[in-house]
């Protein structure tokens, strides 16, 4: 079955939640969906919605940028670059950080949801301390330059 012409697309969910605009998540997966994500796995439409309400409660701003979608029937694959303030990150600077979502539809309902993204230029590698730790394991584990 193709995705349904009524349903939302990942690009368009995205695109409209924000912290005011939760309820698109009952719009947007089904009551069962899984979303799993460098954070963990958030198992039910309910869970999802706590984590997002979470995740979103003290976002500045937040936009994307989409390549295009790929899609072949009810299976739909992101690739984005998220732009966020958050006054815990970088001292609220809108920072970047380049990512993928795999979205699988049934009956125009996502029923599972995979995020790719590293968490590490995220979050690790912005904590001071962490970030030089981070930046010395990443550094060891490069290749030597020929």
Known sequence: ???????????????????????????????????????????????????????????????????PDIKDKDNEVLRWTMFVSHPNIEGGKEIKVDGASVIEFKDGKAVYHRDYFDMGEFVYERVPVLGFIVSKIKNMLKAPTP
């Open 1 to 67: 079955m193709a995705l349904n012409c009524n349903a939302m697309t990942g690009h368009e969910f995205f695109d409209k939640l924000n912290k005011d605009t939760m309820n698109l998540v009952d719009d947007f997966y089904a009551p069962d969906a899984i979303l799993v994500d460098p954070v963990g796995e958030h198992k039910g439409s309910a869970a999802i919605k706590a984590y997002y309400t979470h995740q979103y409660a003290n976002v500045k701003s937040i936009r994307w940028e989409f390549k």
